[in-house]
């Protein structure tokens, strides 16, 4: 009897998940993904003063900026400007014009390849040079050399437009990974999906080596058995798991990894064929931009389980979410040993810390236990 209700009783979400999501759909669930958070608590009242992690990161999908567009961004604590250039190239800088401050993500136009500021339509390449001042022969030396602290280098890779950032503005340590089935006419165009959380990116990420809260949040029978592999910038896992479809309990497989910070994907079988490509960007260190991009096999897509999956896929970062964002980060937690493999995710995942911001913040944690 005991056992019975134990697992009835993991089944069911916490309170806080049940409250947050119970009758939350369509329109009303999508606004409240990325609504903002009601009586939110700042980062140190959190303990969230974890340095932002450096790595690629999504901007936008590729079709999200068409040729001649320009946006304004705020990711990395910074202002910025994207804009896709009449040879299609996108490019990113900091949004500030050096001339006199001109935000240039608002009116900002592209001639050619370049961006022409509101202001005074000083025109700029993707490397933060100036090209030209319309109203003037001289051009200043100093502002035609190539600004690293301006600009970020770009890609677009698996339907998603993407930047380096690195605080230090070291050229980028890895490339991106590119996955076949992305554009490929067996596999379905993305079913997109997105969140706003407010917790750091280290959380979020932490949350795949976190085999116990499986069962009592996302209402898995067993905590699922995994390994997980580091690998220089790349973690790989493989997990092994029944899950509840509408044809019942199925003994499903989910290998999934991370390239760098912020590139996620999962491959799922056993139910049906699907991939998910994840764009995870810091907007600020307690804040995060997630997104999720399914595609499956069109042979599997017409049926009700495959609309299940992705459907349940979202139910628990619904579930995570409702935790995260309330979530203070303890530097130092009381782990038993079935938690799963935390600590060694842990120092995985400080690689991403530039060295500096990483000594500054182990001097303040340093001084935060002192004080105590």
């Not at 939350?24 to 608590?41: H, S, V």
């Not at 003037?136 to 950032?165: H, I, M």
């Not at 910070?261 to 260190?285: D, K």
């Not at 799963?340 to 991403?352: A, L």
Request: aromatic share 12%; hydrophobic share 35%.
């Amino acid at each position: 009897m005991s056992e019975a209700v134990d697992i009835q009783d993991a089944r069911t979400p916490p309170v806080l998940v049940r409250e947050q999501l119970q009758g939350l759909k369509g329109d009303e669930l999508a606004r409240w993904r990325i609504g903002p958070l009601e009586n939110r608590r700042s980062a140190a009242e959190r303990g969230i003063d974890l340095p932002m992690p450096f790595g690629w990161f999504a901007l936008c999908y590729s079709d999200e900026l068409a040729v001649g567009e320009v946006k304004p961004l705020h990711y990395f604590e910074r202002e910025l400007v994207l804009w896709r250039g009449e040879d299609g190239a996108a490019h990113l800088l900091d949004a500030y014009c050096p001339h006199l401050g001109a935000h240039m993500g608002y009116g900002g136009k592209v001639d050619g390849p370049h961006l022409q500021c509101p202001f005074h339509a000083w025109r700029w390449d993707g490397a933060g040079r100036l090209v030209q001042i319309p109203y003037s022969k001289s051009l200043l030396p100093k502002l035609q050399k190539p600004d690293c602290q301006r600009s970020y280098p770009t890609a677009e890779v698996n339907g998603f437009v993407w930047a380096w950032y690195h605080p230090d503005h070291l050229e980028p340590l890895h490339d991106l990974q590119t996955f076949a089935e992305v554009g490929h006419p067996d596999w379905t165009p993305y079913e997109r999906h997105e969140w706003i959380v407010y917790g750091p990116m280290q959380a979020l990420a932490e949350n795949g080596a976190d085999s116990a809260h499986f069962r009592y949040v996302h209402g898995v029978l067993n905590n699922p058995n995994y390994d997980i592999t580091f690998d220089g910038h790349r973690r790989t896992a493989e997990v092994r798991a029944k899950m509840q479809t509408p044809r019942g309990l199925v003994d499903g497989a989910i290998a999934y990894g991370v390239d760098g910070a912020g590139q996620p994907w999962t491959r799922f079988s056993g139910i049906c064929e699907t991939l998910l490509v994840s764009g995870v960007t810091p907007v600020a260190r307690d804040v995060t931009h997630l997104r999720f991009a399914f595609t499956q096999l069109r042979s599997d897509r017409d049926s009700g389980v495959a609309k299940a999956v992705i459907k349940d896929i979202c139910k628990q970062l619904d579930q995570d979410k409702a935790i995260w964002d309330r979530q203070r980060y303890i530097e130092k937690p009381p782990l038993c040993r079935d938690d799963g493999p935390i600590v060694e995710f842990r120092n995985f995942f400080r690689q991403f810390y530039a060295g500096e911001q990483w000594r500054q913040y182990r001097e303040a944690a340093k001084a935060r236990t002192i004080s105590r």
